[in-house]
């Protein structure tokens, strides 16, 4: 409605409430101010309704229009059929054919000549007997490729050491272990696993250990994984790799079971290496599903001391360089404390080949963050038992001071063992970054190499 419209309409209501107002005295027992005033409101208010519900109106016309006219379009143009009758098909020149003689009749032609005695009529010549064609010999099925023939051979290599009974250099560290088994954790992980299927545990120390290798032989190596949440969310965000060994009858041998053994006879190290080649591999499937999910996967001190591995493992990730994006390498503090000196130059090359690295155990507080970053060091793991320590001690500003230079060098912190709601509560008035412990989730197999739990926190 053009606005003149609405503006002698306004006056009609004025003149209505004037009049309604001049007349009260006459009919009503109320002051005329009041009664033009309620007069005016009330045609103000019908006014309003009728505006309203007609230009409601005209808008769902208009959007019929505009849905008439978008379907017009959308529709598939049919074709039009040409106008008049087709033009006729202009043949194709041919070539004078020249005559061909006719053929003599079956009268005119002559008798065959009758076979001098003696002789006898001709045989018919047989044609020539073709042999078949050998079938095509099957092909070979194809060689894998280069760096499968590698993984093959780094493999094979590692199941040969199984048998070695010493191996050289390397004796235990003092404080490699602790009381879960877990200083110098293999890529296998820390221990404190139960059992998930039957026991098939051998009697005597030398049948643990044929346990192992047998299922290391026969690939019989499952992926454990550990969700860490971010706080105070509890989203799960990344996962940390656990790698245990099955027995053929679905039993796992958790690594308290053989640590000392293995030790003894100096298998530990080519068990944590196999172990750890192993993860690597069925990280690779788990790549493969781009679910977003990142993984933690440790390196063991035995691991770092054995050079010609370290090699083999580096070259191996090099040509990997997919699994840098979703891989995260995780190292102990001691151990790296202790490493060989040309460790350095080996994470520098995972570090150009875009792979990140994490301390954990970290015991010694005193970190110098800042080569940490430089070093590729993205996180630092730290047992809630050591932080909850200082803050019940009264110093929780060592832990607030540490979490703001971790920030400052983008680096994270993440508490580890982290076991009670009560525990959590003191934690996160410190701004933790992520959390890892029993009580966000105990560390389950990978029913499908492909398909592991969602980093979303979605189970």
């Known amino acids: 409605m053009p606005s003149a419209s609405h503006m002698i309409l306004f006056c009609v209501y004025v003149a209505l409430a004037i009049g309604a107002g001049a007349a009260a005295p006459t009919f009503f027992d109320a002051p005329p101010v009041l009664v033009g005033t309620v007069v005016f409101l009330a045609c103000a208010l019908a006014h309003e309704v009728w505006a309203r519900r007609t230009n409601e109106a005209r808008l769902i016309r208009s959007m019929r229009v505009m849905k008439a006219a978008y379907d017009r379009l959308q529709a598939p143009a049919a074709p039009h059929p040409p106008e008049g009758p087709p033009p006729p098909s202009t043949p194709a020149p041919t070539e004078p054919q020249p005559p061909s003689p006719p053929e003599p009749a079956e009268r005119d032609r002559p008798a065959p000549a009758p076979e001098p005695p003696g002789m006898e009529p001709p045989k018919a010549v047989a044609a020539p007997r073709v042999e078949p064609a050998p079938p095509p010999p099957r092909p070979r099925d194809p060689a894998p490729p280069a760096t499968e023939r590698g993984e093959i051979a780094l493999l094979q290599r590692l199941l040969a050491t199984l048998r070695t009974t010493e191996d050289p250099g390397l004796r235990p560290e003092p404080g490699i ?241 982290i076991e009670s709601e009560k525990d959590l509560l003191e934690l996160l008035d410190f701004n933790i970054d992520y959390g890892q412990g029993f009580l966000f989730g105990e560390p389950r197999p990978s029913k499908n190499p492909g398909a592991p739990e969602r980093a979303d926190g979605s189970g």
């Open 177 to 417: 272990e602790d009381a879960d088994g877990g200083g110098a954790e293999t890529g296998v992980g820390r221990g404190g696993l139960r059992v998930v299927g039957g026991s098939d545990r051998a009697d005597g120390d030398g049948g643990v250990l044929d346990l192992v290798e047998q299922g290391l032989r026969e690939d019989r190596v499952d992926l454990y994984l550990q969700p860490i949440v971010s706080l105070p969310q509890r989203k799960r965000r990344f996962f940390e790799c656990y790698s245990r060994v099955r027995t053929e009858n679905g039993g796992i041998i958790e690594p308290s079971d053989y640590l000392d053994l293995a030790k003894s006879a100096g298998l530990l190290t080519s068990i944590d290496n196999i172990l750890l080649f192993r993860c690597l591999q069925l990280l690779g499937k788990l790549q493969r599903q781009d679910n977003g999910a990142v993984f933690f996967c440790n390196i063991s001190a035995y691991t770092l001391a054995d050079d010609g591995f370290v090699q083999d493992i580096v070259a191996y990730m090099e040509r990997h360089r997919e699994l840098s994006a979703k891989l995260v390498l995780e190292m102990a503090q001691p151990d790296l404390g202790d490493a060989p000196a040309n460790l350095p130059d080996y994470l520098e090359s995972l570090q150009a080949a875009g792979y990140r690295f994490s301390m954990d155990g970290v015991r010694d507080l005193d970190l110098d963050i800042q080569m940490m970053a430089e070093k590729g060091f993205r996180s630092v793991k730290i047992d809630a038992a050591i932080l909850l320590e200082l803050i019940q001690a009264g110093r929780g500003s060592v832990v607030r001071s540490l979490k703001q230079n971790l920030d400052h060098h983008g680096v994270d912190m993440i508490v580890e063992r």
